[in-house]
């Protein structure tokens, strides 16, 4: 499928999506098969990956939307503001479409060496207090060789919370509650067939991870509830 005709996809609201395949996505941190929760200390750096195992059939697409909450405990702190206007900055968020090196012998890149075009976004939302974390790749060409026995790197966000710090802070001089509990949940996850550019929904195996918080006491995913999220949404943040 050509290019041009995904990035059409792009903006159709609402796609609809065939039947679910044994294709599965899952969460967790610093590696595709790291740990689900992770405690997060003031000046580290955590890396949420995004993995595919499963996938037999030859694609030219991806999507990953991941929702990001503290649950009971209020709208996410200045610590995870990775979005232009926040506290950390978006010069302190990586967001990848490769596999780093440290992981891509046996975590090979989805995309493989496929050229494509990628929107990569972290946002905040003032009305619920929560950050939205999206990478989507389109790569013309396709990928023909799949193995369903191997995981694949789908998307990493790497956090750095180099002024991130515990307790409450001054914006000026530090990014404060980083101790508070976060979920992060898949919200939207699908891929894009190569033969006939048909839209598909990834099973999600591993659908959240959290940041200290080993309890679960923001009752993930429950603390990122699912809201209707669409390609052309996304593009349409990037004509503001």
Same mark, same amino acid.
């Given at each position: 499928?050509?290019?041009?005709? #995904?990035?059409?996809?792009?903006?159709? +609201?609402?796609?609809?999506?065939? &039947?679910?395949?044994?294709?599965?996505? &899952?969460?967790?941190?610093?590696?595709?098969? %790291?740990?689900?929760?992770?405690?997060?200390?003031?000046?580290?750096?955590?890396?949420?990956?995004?993995?595919?195992?499963?996938?037999?059939?030859?694609?030219?697409?991806?999507?990953?939307?991941?929702?990001?909450?503290?649950?009971?405990?209020?709208?996410?702190?200045?610590?995870?503001? #990775?979005?232009?206007? %926040?506290?950390?900055?978006?010069?302190?968020?990586?967001?990848?479409?490769? @596999?780093?090196?440290?992981?891509?012998?046996?975590?090979?890149?989805?995309?493989?060496?496929?050229? %494509?075009?990628?929107?990569?976004?972290?946002?905040?939302?003032?009305?619920?207090?929560?950050?939205?974390?999206?990478?989507?790749?389109?790569?013309? &060409?396709?990928?023909?060789? /799949?193995?369903?026995?191997?995981?694949?790197?789908?998307?990493?966000?790497?956090?750095?919370?180099?002024?991130?710090?515990?307790?409450? @802070?001054?914006?000026? +001089?530090?990014? %404060?509650?980083?101790? /508070?509990?976060? !979920?992060?949940?898949?919200?939207?996850?699908?891929?894009? &067939?190569?033969?006939?550019?048909?839209?598909?929904?990834?099973?999600?195996?591993?659908?959240?991870?959290?940041?200290?918080?080993?309890?679960?006491?923001?009752? !993930?995913?429950?603390?990122?509830?699912?809201?209707?999220?669409?390609?052309?949404?996304?593009?349409?943040?990037?004509?503001?």
């Amino acid at each position: 499928m050509k290019l041009t005709r #995904f990035l059409l996809a792009l903006a159709v +609201v609402g796609m609809a999506a065939t &039947s679910a395949s044994a294709q599965t996505i &899952s969460l967790s941190w610093d590696t595709c098969t %790291g740990p689900i929760n992770k405690s997060i200390l003031p000046g580290s750096t955590a890396t949420l990956f995004a993995s595919i195992i499963g996938q037999a059939t030859p694609h030219s697409g991806s999507q990953v939307w991941i929702l990001l909450g503290a649950g009971a405990n209020g709208p996410m702190r200045d610590a995870w503001r #990775f979005d232009p206007a %926040g506290c950390q900055g978006s010069s302190f968020i990586t967001i990848d479409h490769q @596999a780093p090196a440290a992981v891509a012998k046996t975590c090979p890149t989805f995309s493989q060496t496929a050229a %494509g075009v990628q929107i990569k976004d972290y946002s905040y939302d003032p009305l619920t207090g929560k950050c939205q974390a999206v990478m989507a790749n389109g790569y013309g &060409s396709g990928v023909t060789t /799949v193995n369903p026995a191997t995981r694949y790197f789908l998307a990493g966000f790497t956090f750095n919370f180099l002024y991130g710090v515990n307790g409450p @802070a001054d914006p000026a +001089v530090a990014c %404060g509650g980083l101790e /508070v509990p976060v !979920c992060a949940h898949i919200t939207t996850a699908s891929w894009i &067939s190569l033969a006939d550019g048909v839209e598909h929904p990834f099973t999600i195996a591993q659908e959240f991870v959290t940041s200290n918080d080993p309890n679960n006491s923001t009752g !993930c995913p429950g603390a990122t509830p699912t809201r209707p999220t669409t390609w052309g949404s996304l593009k349409n943040t990037y004509r503001n």
